[in-house]
T-cell receptor, first 113, second 111 residues
Framework: DAGVIQSPRHEVTEMGQEVTLRCKPI?????LFWYRQTMMRGLELLIY????????DSGMPEDRFSAKMPNASFSTLKIQPSEPRDSAVYFC???????????FGPGTRLTVT | AQSVTQLGSHVSVSEGALVLLRCNYS??????LFWYVQYPNQGLQLLLK??????LVKGINGFEAEFKKSETSFHLTKPSAHMSDAAEYFC?????????FGTGTSLTVIP
């Protein structure tokens, strides 16, 4: 299996620009998670989907952030407009339904200048 | 409600010494427990997991952890540290579809 795939691996953008991060979960996994990791705040759960439906988005920092999962094999996390404080590593993870281990992608390192 | 507490955000050990990383959890239902490792500039990788059955679980790279229900603990150990063990370690608890990570422990191995 290819594992969780994220793109791009690195993104540098200017403040105010729209940023879209992409994730392809492991085939057969029906739960998908978006995390943000920074030195200051550690690992934070932003949102998670089950069977393509957002279940808990309480971690989404503000309306500038949105996430979609149009089908079982693709999800996006969008930031519009981006701000320097959004600079972080964003991870996508997937798991089977239930209390099973999550498999993480390699992350997208976002830098907003 | 579920939560995870990792005692010690930074742990240093000498190469060849015992590694002990502490994790305590709270859970209103029987928990599934996990340890993940994160090497620099990489994603989190599963080290080991406890679901049911034997309370001492073995993982990759010589690590093991013991589930102690009476102490609500799931500490991670390795008998002899190697330089390559230097990384960030996260404990996690799962119940239903909810997953909770601890704040992580950074392990430094001193040559």
């Amino acid at each position: 299996d290819a594992g969780v795939i994220q793109s791009p691996r690195h993104e540098v953008t200017e403040m105010g620009q729209e940023v879209t991060l992409r994730c392809k979960p492991i085939s057969g996994h029906n739960s998908l998670f978006w995390y943000r990791q920074t030195m200051m705040r550690g690992l934070e759960l932003l949102i998670y989907f089950n069977n393509n439906v957002p279940i808990d988005d309480s971690g989404m920092p503000e309306d500038r952030f949105s996430a979609k999962m149009p089908n079982a094999s693709f999800s996006t996390l969008k930031i519009q407009p981006s701000e320097p404080r959004d600079s972080a590593v964003y991870f996508c993870a997937s798991s089977r339904d239930g209390p099973y281990e999550q498999y993480f992608g390699p992350g997208t390192r976002l830098t907003v200048t | 409600a579920q939560s995870v507490t990792q005692l010690g955000s930074h742990v240093s050990v000498s190469e060849g010494a015992l590694v002990l990383l502490r994790c305590n959890y709270s859970s209103s239902v029987p928990p599934y427990l996990f340890w993940y490792v994160q090497y620099p500039n990489q994603g989190l990788q599963l080290l080991l997991k406890y679901t049911t059955g034997a309370t001492l679980v073995k993982g990759i790279n010589g690590f093991e952890a013991e589930f102690k229900k009476s102490e609500t603990s799931f500490h991670l150990t390795k008998p002899s540290a190697h330089m390559s063990d230097a990384a960030e370690y996260f404990c996690a608890v799962s119940a239903g579809n909810q997953f909770y990570f601890g704040t992580g422990t950074s392990l430094t191995v001193i040559p």
